[in-house]
């Protein structure tokens, strides 16, 4: 079974600055995906970034990265130059196959960021 | 692309009552995917469909739950009867390729659903 874990309930950062948002996951799969998710107020859910098992660069989108560290089976999110926007509940998610195969994506449990002037 | 579209949006129904939660995937996808998410236990994966096939039902909660996929373009997620604990946020989403792909899985906006 897969399983994802955010240590982190709820953080604060001033605007401008980095923060780091850690997931760590236990999986026996080889092959898996790591995502993560942005969840504003209102509800949608908005993906961020994607990192690959077998991908040898950590992810970057713009002012995302994923810090992925494979032997430590973590792949923390690094938002840069913070924004008031960036405000939200943040999910690490993690797609491996599953019983019966197909693209099961666990969630954990979220992080919630307040980004403060 | 209109991306993932759900239907309705809020949803307030007396315990009791049936309810159907619609979705339209993304064009060309051909996995689907159901999700509850409560602040008591999170995003919980209900169904998921390959093809219009359902794979994998294990997170349906109970009998009163059924999904349905009768044609790529449309699923559906009922519940009957409705009770007051199966209010929740449902999301449905939908991809396409390999898991290991790095395809993104989209979500909708979600049916936000109040059983009184």
């Known amino acids: 079974a897969q399983k994802i874990t955010q240590t982190q309930p709820g953080m604060f950062v001033q605007e401008k600055e980095a923060v780091t948002l850690d997931c760590t996951y236990d999986?026996?799969?080889?092959?898996?995906?790591l995502f993560w998710y942005k969840q504003p107020s209102s509800g949608e859910m908005i993906f961020l970034i994607y990192?690959?098992?077998?991908?040898?660069q950590n992810a970057t989108e713009g002012r995302y990265s994923l810090n992925f560290q494979k032997a430590r089976k973590s792949a923390n999110l690094v938002i840069s130059a913070s924004q008031l926007g960036d405000s939200a509940m943040y999910f690490c998610?993690?797609?491996?196959?599953?019983?019966?195969?197909?693209?099961?994506?666990?969630f954990g449990t979220g992080t919630q960021l307040k980004v403060e002037l | 692309d209109a991306g993932v579209i759900q239907s309705p949006r809020h949803e307030v129904t007396e315990m009791g009552q049936e309810v159907t939660l619609r979705c339209k995937p993304i064009?060309?996808?051909?996995?689907l995917f159901w999700y509850r998410q409560t602040m008591m236990r999170g995003l919980e994966l209900l169904i998921y469909?390959?093809?219009?096939?359902?794979?994998?039902d294990s997170g349906m909660p109970e009998d009163r739950f059924s999904a349905k996929m009768p044609n790529a373009s449309f699923s559906t997620l009922k519940i009957q009867p409705s009770e007051p604990r199966d209010s929740a946020v449902y999301f449905c989403?939908?991809?396409?390729?390999?898991?290991?792909?790095?395809?993104?899985?989209?979500f909708g906006e979600g049916s936000w659903l109040t059983v009184v």
């Open positions: 998610a993690m797609r491996a196959i599953g019983p019966g195969g197909g693209n099961k994506l666990t």
């Open positions: 989403a939908s991809t396409t390729g390999l898991p290991f792909s790095g395809n993104t899985i989209y």
């Open positions: 999986t026996s799969d080889q092959s898996y995906g």
């Open positions: 469909f390959n093809n219009n096939v359902p794979i994998d």
């Open positions: 064009s060309g996808h051909d996995y």
């Open positions: 990192q690959g098992s077998y991908d040898e």
